[in-house]
C-alpha cells in the first residue's frame, strides 16, 4: 500500500460505532493517507479508543458543530491538502487517491463528489449521483458542497476564513459554496471521488434533519440578506415553490412522506430566518 500526501479529518461527536466503519473502510483503501484527523466534540473514551484503533490522531475540540470541528482539523492538519467525510460514511477504496490527485491538480478548488446512499435512498439526506464531471463557479455554486466529501489545498481553504463557525450545525456548506466560487475559485463536482452514506435514521429523526438543512438554509439566507445580497430573495423564493408542491402532492396522494426534503421549509427555513437575522445583525 501506497501513501498519499494528504490529511483525512473526520468530525464526531461520539459516534464510536459509526466512526469504526469510517475508519475501516479508510484502512481497506489502495492508498493511505498521510494521517488521519479525528476531531472528537464529546471527548468519549470510546472515541479515544475506535481511533487509537486505527492509529488515528484525536483533536480535541470544545463547542458542537461540524464547522467548528472541520475547521479545527484542518488547521491541525500537516498536509497541505486535506480530504473531509463525516463518521457515517464509509469511503470507496481509490477516495484517498482520488482526492489527493484532485486537490493537488486544483489548487484553486473545492473538491466534492459522489455521495452513495448506504440503504434504502429514501431514507438518506445528502447524496448526489451524477455520472459527469460537473464546474460551479460564481452565481451558480448554491449547494454545491457536500460536506461530508470534499478535498481542497489547506492553506487556500483557510484563506477565506474556513467554514463560518456561526453556523452551528448545518448550512456551513451553503454559505463556503456561495463564499468560495469568487473570483477565480470554483466548486468541482467529481464523481470519481466516492463515499457512501449510511442509513441509520428513523422516519421521525429524517424529518428532523431536513427541518435543520432547512433552518441552515434560512440562517445562510439571513445572513447575506444582512449584507445587502437581494439575490437571496431568489433563492428564498425558490425553496418556497418546492414546498407548496410538496404540499400539493402531499394533499393529491393523502400522504405526509418525511422523505421529501421540501416540506422542512416553514418550520426550518422560517427559524433560521428569526436566528440568522439576529445572529448577524
Not at 214 to 221: D, N
Not at 251 to 277: I, N, Y
Amino acid at each position: 500500500m501506497s501513501t498519499a500526501a494528504i490529511s483525512v479529518v473526520i468530525p464526531t461527536i461520539g459516534r464510536s460505532g459509526l466512526l469504526d466503519g469510517c475508519l475501516a473502510s479508510i484502512r481497506a483503501g489502495r492508498d493511505a493517507p498521510a494521517e488521519v484527523l479525528v476531531v472528537d466534540q464529546s471527548g468519549s473514551d470510546l472515541v479515544k479508543q475506535t481511533a487509537d484503533a486505527y492509529e488515528a490522531r484525536v483533536v480535541p475540540c470544545g463547542g458542537t458543530g461540524i464547522p467548528l470541528a472541520v475547521n479545527a482539523g484542518i488547521r491541525a492538519a500537516g498536509e497541505q491538502l486535506v480530504a473531509v467525510t463525516h463518521d457515517d460514511c464509509v469511503v470507496d477504496r481509490n477516495w484517498v487517491r482520488a482526492a489527493a490527485e484532485l486537490a493537488a491538480s486544483h489548487p484553486a478548488a473545492i473538491i466534492t463528489g459522489r455521495v452513495l446512499p448506504g440503504g434504502d435512498p429514501r431514507f438518506v439526506p445528502a447524496c448526489r449521483d451524477r455520472p459527469d464531471p460537473w464546474v460551479f463557479r460564481e452565481g451558480a455554486s448554491f449547494g454545491a458542497i457536500l460536506p461530508n466529501n470534499l478535498a481542497m489545498q489547506r492553506d487556500g481553504f483557510l484563506a477565506v476564513g474556513g467554514f463560518d463557525e456561526r453556523f452551528d450545525v448545518v448550512g456551513e456548506d451553503l454559505d463556503m459554496a456561495y463564499r468560495w466560487a469568487r473570483g477565480n475559485r470554483t466548486v468541482r463536482y467529481e464523481p470519481s471521488m466516492v463515499v457512501e452514506h449510511r442509513s441509520w435514521r428513523t422516519p421521525l429523526e429524517l424529518r428532523r434533519t431536513y427541518q435543520e438543512y432547512a433552518r441552515g438554509a434560512g440562517v445562510f439566507y439571513a445572513k447575506h440578506l444582512r449584507a445587502g445580497d437581494l439575490s437571496m430573495m431568489r433563492l428564498l423564493a425558490a425553496d418556497g415553490m418546492k414546498w407548496l408542491k410538496a404540499i400539493a402532492r402531499a394533499v393529491r396522494t393523502g400522504r405526509w412522506d418525511a422523505t421529501e426534503p421540501s416540506l422542512g421549509f416553514v418550520p426550518g427555513t422560517v427559524k433560521g430566518l428569526w436566528q440568522g437575522m439576529r445572529r448577524f445583525s
